[in-house]
């Protein structure tokens, strides 16, 4: 990763972080958006912090799954603008280590690399779509609501711009940005925004089942699957199905492909090793 290296998360044990909470069970790992008093709304740091806890869990070979949740009724307000203007509004966090670029989260999501499951029980405005739309999955309760209102700040949500352009077309990019307006979950729904609709008393057992589902899957080709998508949008049409076909032969050679269809062979659970 561009922001963290792997020699920069061997110090995750030892960071004490201000503004998110993480929890690493098994091959899962959860990270807590924890600013509920300021609507989760993210400072410099906070975006540092969320951008190291995405590293650590791209270069952790035993996590498969991330899941990403918030404390309180908004699940992300966007960036904290006063922080983000005022230096002296932004508590520093001097145990994390220094970050090699500024903090894009846009990025950082892509770089992870493993599917992120959202679990979206509040709304979602302006900076917040950065997660939501870099995560594989975002499971919303039909309450939740999610908007762009920069431009009723005389601002314009650049960067999701970014993010957006992969989920939906240009045309509702440009209809969000302009008016401002609030789309309800099952409007998100229609858009691909998001994947799964959960009542609030369920999304938590639908969200850990799914992840559960994942982290059974191969891991080492869940990653290869999602670099290789990644990297077509790159490559000349007619060249596609050349490239896939060189990467498949590649897992082809992997002691988990090998494993997968012995297992297969012998009528059991695979023994999944990442390698």
Same mark, same amino acid.
Request: proline content about 5%; glycine content about 6%.
């Given at each position: 990763?561009?922001? $963290? ?16 909470? +993480?929890? !690493? ?6 990270? +807590? ?5 300021? @609507? ?10 969320? +951008? $190291? ?5 791209? $270069? ?12 309180? =009724? ?29 903090? @894009? ?9 493993? =599917? ?7 709304? *979602? ?16 309760? =039909? ?5 762009? =209102?920069?431009? !009723? @700040? ?5 960067? *999701? ?21 609030? $789309? ?80 297969? !062979?012998?009528? @059991? ?7």
């Amino acid at each position: 990763m561009r922001f $963290y290296t792997e020699e920069d998360i061997q110090a995750f044990d030892t960071v004490r972080f201000l503004h998110i909470k +993480t929890a !690493k069970a098994g091959h899962l790992f959860t990270i +807590t958006l924890a600013r509920p008093e300021k @609507r989760n709304a993210f400072t410099p740091t906070m975006a540092e912090e969320i +951008t $190291y806890a995405l590293a650590y869990a791209h $270069y952790q070979t035993d996590i498969r799954c991330v899941i990403l949740k918030a404390e309180g =009724p908004v699940f992300c307000a966007g960036a904290d603008l006063n922080a983000f203007h005022d230096p002296s509004a932004n508590t520093v966090n001097e145990l994390l280590p220094r970050i090699h670029e500024e903090a @894009r989260m846009g990025d950082a999501f892509i770089e992870l690399l493993k =599917p992120c499951i959202a679990q979206v029980e509040g709304p *979602v405005l302006a900076g917040g779509f950065l997660m939501i739309c870099g995560c594989t999955f975002v499971f919303s309760v =039909p309450e939740a609501t999610f908007s762009l =209102p920069e431009v !009723k @700040r005389g601002i314009w949500p650049m960067q *999701v711009m970014a993010s957006l352009a992969r989920i939906v077309p240009q045309r509702k990019i440009l209809e969000m940005s302009i008016t401002g307006k609030p $789309y309800s979950a099952t409007e998100a729904v229609e858009m691909g925004l998001v994947t799964h609709l959960a009542d609030k008393e369920v999304i938590e057992v639908q969200v850990n089942a799914l992840a559960s589902l994942i982290c059974n899957s191969a891991p080492l080709a869940i990653q290869s699957g999602m670099r290789s998508l990644q990297e077509l949008k790159h490559i000349p049409q007619n060249e596609q199905h050349t490239f896939l076909k060189s990467e498949l032969d590649k897992l082809l050679q992997t002691a988990d492909a090998k494993e997968g269809a012995l297992a297969f !062979k012998e009528k @059991r659970e695979a023994v999944w090793k990442g390698k």
